[in-house]
């Protein structure tokens, strides 16, 4: 029962607006929340970019105890961008920015809670 209760409440939004750096999250990832805001940090560092009209997407994936992915990533929504090059160009991008910042440095603890179970993370990303 833990599984499927955990991947219904596990839906977490990562926003770009804080001031941090991935690695000042990095060094309390101890919540769900903190993996989000870890990856979309960590996601921009590596050169993921808004575009001038934003973005909008969620991305459905497991990890292990250890902070590694399970499989490949599943993006399961992604508003419509009207450019349809822009859009070519960027789901290549999210996916690259998503490898360089795995293994995601979670705590022991919230590893186990975490291990298995999908995750649904919603990036927001303001236009540039």
């Known amino acids: ?47 993921l970019q808004a575009g001038r009209e934003g973005r909008d997407v969620t991305v459905r994936m497991s990890l292990r105890r250890d902070g590694t992915l399970i499989g490949q990533p599943r993006i399961t929504y992604l508003r419509p961008i009207s450019d349809p090059e822009e859009q070519k160009r960027f789901l290549p991008s999210l996916l690259l920015a998503l490898k360089a910042c795995l293994p995601v440095p979670i705590e022991p603890g919230l590893g186990s809670v975490l291990a298995g179970d999908p995750l649904a993370i919603r990036f927001l990303y303001d236009p540039d």
Do not use: N, W
């Open 1 to 47: 029962m833990r599984g499927p209760l955990l991947a219904a409440i596990v839906v977490c939004t990562a926003f770009l607006v804080s001031a941090a750096t991935a690695a000042e999250i990095e060094s309390r990832i101890v919540t769900v929340q903190d993996v989000g805001r870890y990856l979309g940090r960590c996601m921009h560092e590596h050169g």
